[in-house]
């Protein structure tokens, strides 16, 4: 059973640009979380979703981040006209269960560094 | 709101010795769930540890255990026969509802 997949690993933008970040949950997973990790700092819950939902999105910026996860495909978190201050971790993680209260098993991540 | 606290930005370990990572939460409700993850330099997260907010007894991997206060909402680690593999950050997360709260994280270095 494979893990949780993200792609890139490794993504650099300039400003202005648009960055999409993939996730791909465990095999049977249907929740999906988002988290971002700033440096020297602990993961930050944005956004949690289950197929064609969005179920809790209260930590995600109220600008240029959206995030879906369509019927069929990955989890997409999409950052239009990134800045700087966007430069980050960003983890997947998933779920097989309602709530989240199951262990959420993490993605390896992608680092997004903005020029 | 919840909060996780890691007191201890940075630990020391002898190999083969035992160190403790200190962790307090807060939260309002009585049914959650308590963590532990791993952030080697590869910056994967990796379990560590979980433990049920109801069940009393200390959650136990191999050489790593828990010490949970439900009272003190305190979640210390132990790892015990420390390893080199084992240096890393370690974040303490609480889960509660849809979301994982995180500390700030240890930084454990384990010394040869």
């Known amino acids: 059973n494979a893990g949780v997949m993200q792609n890139p690993r490794h993504l650099v933008r300039r400003r202005g640009q648009e960055a999409r970040l993939r996730c791909s949950p465990m095999k049977g997973h249907s929740h999906v979380y988002w988290y971002r990790q700033l440096p020297e700092e602990g993961l930050k819950f944005m956004v949690y979703l289950q197929k064609e939902n969005i179920i809790d999105e209260s930590g995600m910026p109220k600008e240029r981040f959206s995030a879906e996860f369509p019927k069929e495909g990955p989890s997409i978190l999409r950052i239009q006209q990134v800045v700087r201050g966007d430069s980050a971790a960003y983890f997947c993680?998933?779920?097989?269960?309602?709530?989240?209260?199951?262990?959420?098993?993490f993605g390896p991540g992608t680092r997004l560094l903005v020029l | 709101a919840q909060t996780v606290t890691q007191s201890q930005p940075e630990m020391s370990v002898q190999e083969a010795e035992t160190v403790t990572l200190s962790c307090t939460y807060d939260?309002?409700?009585?049914?959650?769930?308590l963590f532990w993850y791993k952030q080697p330099p590869s910056r994967q997260m990796i379990l560590v540890i979980r433990?049920?907010?109801?069940?009393?007894q200390n959650a136990t991997e191999n050489r790593f255990s828990v010490n949970f206060q439900k009272a003190a909402k305190s979640f210390s680690l132990k790892i015990s026969d420390s390893q080199l593999g084992d240096a890393a950050m370690y974040f303490c997360a609480q889960n509660t509802g849809n979301q994982f709260y995180f500390g700030t994280g240890t930084s454990l270095t384990v010394i040869p």
């Open positions: 939260t309002s409700e009585s049914d959650y769930y």
């Open positions: 433990q049920e907010a109801y069940k009393q």
């Open positions: 993680a998933s779920s097989p269960s309602y709530r989240g209260r199951e262990t959420q098993y």
